[in-house]
Nanobody
Framework: QVQLVESGGGLVQPGGSLRLSCAASGFIFSIYTMGWYRQAPGKQRELVASITSGGITNYADSVKGRFTTSRDNAKNTVDLQMNSLKPEDTAVYYC?????????WGQGTQVTVSS
């Protein structure tokens, strides 16, 4: 079955960096677009970044120039490097894949940006 497991969240000061990772299994990872989403308290879940099977990336305007997503098809992982973090980046971050008409999410990892 499809499984997505995020890791790497934590508490960081404003201006700091974190690297999130999502380990995927149960499907042919290399042919699917992977997405990173986040959900802050009281807000809707929103797209942060995505990366196609060919490595084409897309970013939300709010994170452009600060976040970078990459994938390793040999390891079935997708990462999100987050730099220059701001308090408004505080949220639970999720990895997502749409596989055979169904949407799958990881369990999420908490990112808190605070001094």
């Amino acid at each position: 079955q499809v499984q997505l497991v995020e890791s790497g969240g934590g508490l960081v000061q404003p201006g700091g960096s974190l690297r999130l990772s999502c380990a995927a299994s149960g499907f042919i990872f290399s042919i699917y677009t992977m997405g990173w989403y986040r959900q802050a308290p009281g807000k809707q879940r929103e797209l942060v970044a995505s990366i196609t099977s060919g490595g084409i990336t897309n970013y939300a305007d709010s994170v452009k120039g600060r976040f970078t997503t990459s994938r390793d098809n040999a390891k079935n992982t997708v990462d999100l490097q987050m730099n220059s973090l701001k308090p408004e980046d505080t949220a639970v971050y999720y990895c997502k894949v749409d596989h055979l008409g169904k949407r799958y999410w990881g369990q999420g990892t908490q990112v808190t940006v605070s001094s």
